[in-house]
């Protein structure tokens, strides 16, 4: 989300990619190198040895979740992929709004994330994946 507020910003002052990408490496390469020092280093517990891992077999009942997230994640993507594509033919909008959309678009996402937990506690999990399905249909 912060990515793209900051990529809007470059488009609205006419920065081209190349700069935007340099200044952007410029920087984040400081912070992030601040913020991997304080990073705690993962102690990895010895365990037994498991049994063999055969990756071709999915149990039965983790199938139907399997197929309802990637499909969850295709939406998600589309939408994201879309929301400039539209953004970019709106007549009302100059050029340079087109990444806003998907800025608006993963802050929703991200506030669903962060809400998510406690609207499972709250509703269920299968009454919020209904109404989370119920809106999906709404928007389609």
Known sequence: ??????????????????HALAITGVTLFPILLIISWYVPKQM??????????????????????IVFVFGA???EGAMHDW???????APWWGSYYDGLAVSV?????????????TLKLR???VALARICISFAILGV
């Open 1 to 18: 989300m912060f990515g793209s507020l900051g990529g809007v910003q470059m488009a609205t002052l006419d920065i081209s990619v190349l």
């Open 44 to 65: 990895i517990p010895k365990q037994a040895p498991a049994k063999k891992y055969e990756p071709w077999r999915i149990p039965s009942g983790l199938f139907p979740i």
């Open 73 to 75: 994640t295709l939406a």
């Open 83 to 89: 929301a400039t594509v539209y953004m970019r033919e």
């Open 105 to 117: 678009y993963a802050g929703m996402i991200t506030f669903g994330r962060f809400v998510g937990d």
């Open 123 to 125: 509703l269920g999990p």
